[in-house]
C-alpha cells in the first residue's frame, strides 16, 4: 500500500486526491496488495478491526435423547434405542437404530418390524431439559458468548478467547468437545467457521461422518 499526502494508507483501486490510483502509483517491490477496505483520503475514522470475520463455533449433540437415555443407562450403550414411545411414533434414534433403517418420525410399528431387538422408551423432556442447561453451562466456562439455538445446540463466539485459554480456536473447540463428553457422558459434534452458517454446515458434516462409521 501507498500512503496519500495526508497520510491515510490506500487500498487497491483507491483514487488519491490527485486523482491517481494506487495501481499508477505503483506498489513498493515484494508488497502484496492489500485485501483490506481502508479510510478514503480525509476521512476522520479511525482503522478498526472489528468488520474482520469472528470465530463462530457451532455445537450439536449427536442422537440427544437417545444419547442422554444411554448415557445416564450404561446398559443401552451399543443397542438400537429409539424414544417416542408415549407418542406411537420415533421421536429419536440411536446411531445403532439408524444404521438399521430405523428413523424419525417412522411409526413404532413399523421400526420394530425392521428392528424386532428394538429398545423403545418414553420421552424425558424433563430431563432432557436439564442435561441441555448443564451442556450450555460447560459451554459458558470457555466463553460468555453463547446462543442457545435449541435444546441440543448452540452457538459460541470464540474472540479474544486464545490467550485466556493459551490455545488456537480449534483447539477451543476441541476442548468444549471433549469436556462436554468427559462430563455428560455422551458426543458432540463441533464446527468452526467465520459464520454461523458455514459452522453449522462443518457440524453436520461430522454428524455424517459419524453415522457413517456406526453403520460400518
Known amino acids: 500500500t501507498n500512503k496519500t499526502d495526508n497520510g491515510w494508507r490506500m487500498a487497491e483501486g483507491e483514487t488519491r486526491q490527485d486523482g ?3 495501481e499508477e502509483d505503483g506498489d513498493p517491490p515484494g508488497l502484496k496488495p492489500s485485501s483490506i477496505r481502508l479510510p478514503p483520503s480525509g476521512s476522520s475514522r479511525p482503522i478498526s478491526i472489528h468488520s474482520f470475520p469472528k470465530p463462530i463455533l457451532h455445537i450439536d449433540c449427536d442422537a440427544f435423547f437417545t444419547s442422554v437415555e444411554q448415557a445416564l443407562h450404561p446398559e443401552l450403550k451399543g443397542k438400537p434405542v429409539i424414544t417416542g414411545k408415549e407418542r406411537g411414533i420415533v421421536a429419536c ?4 437404530a439408524k444404521a ?3 428413523k424419525r418420525p417412522m411409526r ?3 421400526a420394530q418390524k425392521i428392528c424386532p431387538q428394538l429398545v423403545c422408551l418414553p420421552s424425558d423432556y424433563e430431563t432432557y431439559s436439564l442435561i441441555s442447561k448443564r451442556m450450555f453451562e460447560i459451554i459458558r466456562r470457555f466463553t ?5 439455538y435449541s435444546i441440543d445446540e448452540a452457538f459460541a463466539e470464540l474472540s479474544g478467547l486464545r490467550r485466556l485459554h493459551s490455545a488456537g480456536f480449534p483447539e ?3 476442548k468444549i468437545k471433549r469436556t462436554v463428553q468427559q462430563e455428560l457422558g455422551f458426543t458432540v459434534s463441533v464446527g468452526l467457521s467465520a459464520s454461523k452458517t458455514l459452522a453449522k454446515i462443518a457440524s453436520k458434516e461430522k454428524l455424517a461422518a459419524l453415522s457413517r462409521k456406526v453403520c460400518q
Do not use: D, F, H, Q
Open 108 to 110: 413404532l410399528w413399523e
Open 172 to 174: 477451543i473447540a476441541w
Open 100 to 102: 438399521l433403517g430405523v
Open 20 to 22: 491517481a490510483t494506487r
Open 93 to 96: 434414534a440411536s446411531y445403532e
Open 144 to 148: 460468555p458468548t453463547i446462543e442457545e
